[in-house]
């Protein structure tokens, strides 16, 4: 356990525009409000960072950003919804014990109040951008989180990338409206864009890969059965797009609404992944079982 805290160190990495910032920083002279970022973007990583330690999670490598950062981990929707919570939650929390102990520094005239408003202003700065309802940002992977809780996990992705890109534009209005000039608004919107763009791109990926760790065993969340009932001409793919997070599904296949069969997900799993019978129809996959 104790190389695994340690090797967070060696996951850490700089993101270019975070690099940018901190040389026009020490350019400028603004030691102590780069001085101020770093503390509280790496505090805010860490926080995550060690909840997914405490809960086993494979993590790649922890990206810091000049308004956060982003925690890569090897997972892929399988997890506790109560985990992946805790894992979320415990960046935007290191910003309460942060403002409490810059105010503790103040009070005991251990650092001056104008150095204690501007850690003020950037802390409560980070957490609020943090909290925005849009992907990769904490806020958008809370969204996420609610979704998969009542939909299925492909649904809960088109509805997140939905939503992340309304409050994205809504940004993009406000800032052009408001601020036009405002060089760090449009470094945080170009980087959102981007995150969301690429996260549209690789959505069947992702999606792949969830269904991948249900095939191998590693679903850790099945609380309750979920029944699905399919039309027996319906493909193997469109069936495992209903697949929900934390449900066993027994699947149910009809045929002008009777009931032709029962199939377990994890035969319909290993049709479409081991057999390869990527187009088939669930009547099709009948005649083999």
Known sequence: MVNRWTELITKLHIHPLLWLVMALGLMTGHVKALFCLMIIILIHEL????????????????????????LEVDEHGNR????ELAVIAAGPVQHIWLQFAAWLLSANSLIEPK???MFTFYNMTI?????????PLDGGKLLFLLFSKYVPYQKAQQLSLSV??????????????????????WVLLVFLAVSLYQEYRNRHYAHIRFLLERYYGKER??????????CAD?????????????????????????????????EVLHAYFADKRTTSSMEELLLVY
């Not at 957490?127 to 992907?135: A, E, H, T």
């Open 47 to 70: 926080g995550h960072a060690a909840a997914a330690v405490y809960f086993s999670w494979r993590i790649k490598r922890i990206f810091l950003l000049p308004f956060g950062g982003t």
């Open 80 to 83: 506790p919804l109560k985990e």
């Open 115 to 117: 150095m204690f408003d």
């Open 127 to 135: 957490l609020l951008i943090n909290l925005f309802p849009v992907w």
């Open 164 to 185: 992340s890109c309304f409050f994205c534009a809504i940004c993009i209005i406000a800032v052009l409206a408001i601020s036009p000039m405002q060089l760090s608004a």
């Open 221 to 230: 969340e099945v609380r309750r059965l979920s029944p699905l009932t399919v």
């Open 234 to 266: 319906e493909q193997i793919y469109d069936v495992m797009l209903m697949f929900k997070r934390g449900c066993k599904h027994p699947i149910i296949v009809e045929k002008d609404g009777a009931k032709l069969s029962q199939l377990d997900e994890n």
